[in-house]
């Protein structure tokens, strides 16, 4: 990475403004995921063990409609990060304006104070200069370690980039690390398997994929636009009608890159409790039915093409993993992506759904690498340059 780390730099006896990612799902006040605010804890630890004066934390939280919408405080952050950190951390009901300021001032020598979100203010999803020169004057240096909103160009990650010295954080190192050598540096075989409902969303990645990787398995939602490109009758599945001649031209450029599902878990409605049964995929599913999982064909034919991988990234559920009856898919390519990690190879899972799935399996610990940032992951893979990537300084 050639950009500067917080390892460029020294943070002793300075005001330390960190851009974090605790866009955490919250149940009341009650947290019912802590992942991120877990992974912000090294680059927080690793600031605080060089004596700064304060560390001052920015982040967003949900898309509230308008400021102090129920659920979209940060306020329950504060005590579950003080409690991972062994230290207090003081929570300012705003992230800008005086009663800010003053907070600050009033912190201890090293002190920790938590912002409160910084989508209650219009300008941080416009990136308003004005804003942002209110946010940078928090801070001597500014850390980023949101790779979550790196692919947006707000206030709070971009717009105070102008104003002070930004480095990545460690998260932020290793998300990109990880991500830019799959893209561009793979240990071959290199294989991409692509899920979720909508190929519209993912074409710009299989197409910039299709030039990189050896093989590109796609399930989901999104598999049965390729099979309707195919020809193959779908029933009452999802599929993307204004996308099918998209799926046509890049099944016919992809040679034998691309591998859709041969079999199909069909079911009489969207249910976990429907009828369900498994069909050839050229068999085609009958009216009234839809196709809601990957079969075991399917999942054998995966097996074997991912036995041999050196570099996979996953992004996008097989199925409906929601539903118990329909989540053997998903949660047996997460057991596939665990099992050849242990035999040495390089497996990066991006995408909110993947990784989802990739915890309530119990797999996570054995996957090489998590990815916190599921648009921001995307879009490495189709080959864009991330706006809060590209302000921090170069090396």
């Not at 062994?86 to 300012?92: C, Q, S």
């Not at 850390?143 to 909103?149: E, H, I, L, Q, S």
């Not at 599902?261 to 079911?267: C, G, S, T």
Request: aromatic content about 4%; some cysteine.
């Amino acid at each position: 990475m050639n950009k500067k780390t917080v390892r460029d730099v020294s943070f002793t006896g300075q005001r330390v403004l960190v851009r974090v990612d605790f866009n955490v799902p919250l149940d009341g006040d009650v947290i019912t995921d802590d992942t991120r605010i877990r992974a912000a804890v090294p680059t927080l630890e690793y600031i605080l063990a060089q004596s700064p004066k304060a560390v001052i934390l920015m982040s967003h939280l949900g898309r509230p409609k308008a400021p102090k919408e129920a659920g979209t405080s940060l306020a329950p952050v504060a005590p579950a990060l003080a409690a991972l950190l062994g230290k207090p951390v003081a929570f300012a009901d705003d992230c800008v304006g005086d009663a800010v300021a003053n907070a600050i001032a009033s912190l201890p020598e090293g002190g920790i104070l938590l912002l409160e979100n910084t989508r209650y203010h219009k300008g941080e999803e416009k990136n308003d200069p004005e804003l942002a020169a209110q946010m940078a004057k928090h801070g001597d240096v500014f850390v980023n370690d949101a790779f979550g909103t790196a692919h947006r160009a707000h206030a709070s990650n971009v717009g105070v980039s102008q104003h002070l010295m930004a480095v990545a954080g460690l998260l932020m190192e290793r998300e990109i690390d990880y991500l830019a050598n799959a893209i561009e540096a793979p240990q071959r075989p290199f294989v991409a398997v692509l899920g979720g409902a909508k190929v519209s969303d993912k074409i710009l990645v299989i197409e910039s994929l299709l030039g990189k990787v050896d093989k590109l398995l796609i399930g989901g939602g999104m598999a049965n636009t390729f099979l309707a490109a195919k020809g193959y009758a779908l029933g009452s599945s999802l599929v993307e009608a204004d996308a099918i001649e998209t799926a046509k031209s890049l099944i016919a450029k992809s040679g034998d890159k691309l591998v859709l599902p041969v079999d199909l878990v069909i079911a009489d409605a969207f249910s976990n409790d429907a009828q369900k049964r498994t069909i050839a995929a050229d068999a085609g599913v009958e009216d009234g039915w839809r196709a809601l999982d990957i079969g075991e064909a399917t999942l054998k034919v995966f097996a074997d093409v991912l036995a041999t991988a050196k570099t996979v990234v996953w992004n996008g559920p097989m199925g409906v993993f929601e539903m118990p009856n329909f989540a053997n898919g998903t949660f047996k390519v997460a057991e596939y992506l665990a099992q050849i990690t242990q035999s040495g190879a390089t497996t990066i899972v991006g995408g909110g759904d993947s990784v989802a799935a990739v915890e309530q399996s119990g797999l996570a610990d054995k996957i090489t690498h998590i990815s916190t940032g599921g648009g921001a992951s995307l879009e490495m893979l189709e080959g864009k340059v991330l706006p809060g990537l590209a302000a921090l300084a170069d090396k």
